[in-house]
């Protein structure tokens, strides 16, 4: 258990639904990342937040929407996904240093039909 | 720009071997590197870093580390492998002026009993 749980496990959707996946960091970090494993792809960084501020963007198409309400939350909204986008997603967390180590959840694996 | 690189796919091992996962780096300043580990189904988890100081970093569940500037690497080792390290290994290097860490591909490690 790395302190950063991530809801639902699971999830599958069709093209047209909307979804969101949530994450929760109990660290008392101020850092929070989205991340995209696909199989036989390196991991994608997607979203970077430094005390609820969007720092990095990775020219992450728009039906991927990330919201933070404050440092411990951090949201991925979905709408209109393409099977493309079914991987695994990953939130991470870490203190506000660069140097600092990155935490994990254990994912979200996205299925869209 | 930085950049890692992990150039095998996967290693296989024989359980009481010694094992290394090999890395190499592309940073223009100082790197922060580090290693993480994936076992099915779960989300990344630290094993070592190196930020500065001692060339040799050791880390969690026996494994470690050797920092060679000149050769521009940071391979993993461990001196004597057991079937419960079988797991997926990425590197990673931080973009030390902010919050980006850039993966290796990762690299699948097979210890046979």
């Known amino acids: 258990e790395t302190g950063v749980t991530q809801t639902p496990r699971h999830l599958v959707m069709g093209m047209t639904n909307k979804k969101s996946l949530k994450c929760e960091q109990h660290?008392?970090?101020?850092?929070m990342y989205w991340y995209k494993q696909s199989a036989k792809k390196p991991l994608e960084l997607m979203f970077v937040?430094?005390?609820?501020?969007?720092?990095e963007n990775n020219s992450v198409p728009s039906r991927f929407s990330p919201e933070c309400p404050n440092s411990s939350h951090l949201f991925l909204h979905l709408h209109t996904l393409q099977p493309e986008d079914s991987a695994l997603y990953l939130c991470?967390?870490?203190?506000?240093?660069?140097?600092?180590?990155?935490?994990f959840g254990p994912g979200t694996r996205l299925l869209v039909l | 720009a930085q950049s890692v690189a992990q150039p095998e796919d996967q290693v296989n091992v024989a359980e009481g071997n010694p094992l290394t996962v090999k890395c190499t780096y592309s940073?223009?300043?100082?790197?922060?590197l580090f290693w993480y580990v994936q076992y099915p189904n779960r989300g990344l988890q630290f094993l070592l870093k190196?930020?500065?100081?001692?060339?040799l970093v050791k880390g969690s569940y026996g494994f470690e580390a050797e920092f060679n500037k000149s050769q521009t690497s940071f391979h993993l080792k461990k001196p004597s492998a057991l079937v419960s390290d079988s797991a997926l290994y990425f590197c990673?290097?931080?973009?030390?002026?902010?919050?980006?860490?850039?993966f290796g591909a990762g690299t699948r490690l097979f210890v046979k009993a």
């Open positions: 991470a967390s870490s203190q506000d240093s660069g140097r600092e180590t990155q935490y």
């Open positions: 660290l008392g970090h101020n850092a």
């Open positions: 937040y430094n005390f609820k501020e969007q720092t």
């Open positions: 940073v223009s300043g100082n790197p922060y």
């Open positions: 190196y930020i500065t100081g001692d060339n």
């Open positions: 990673a290097v931080r973009d030390t002026g902010g919050f980006k860490t850039i």
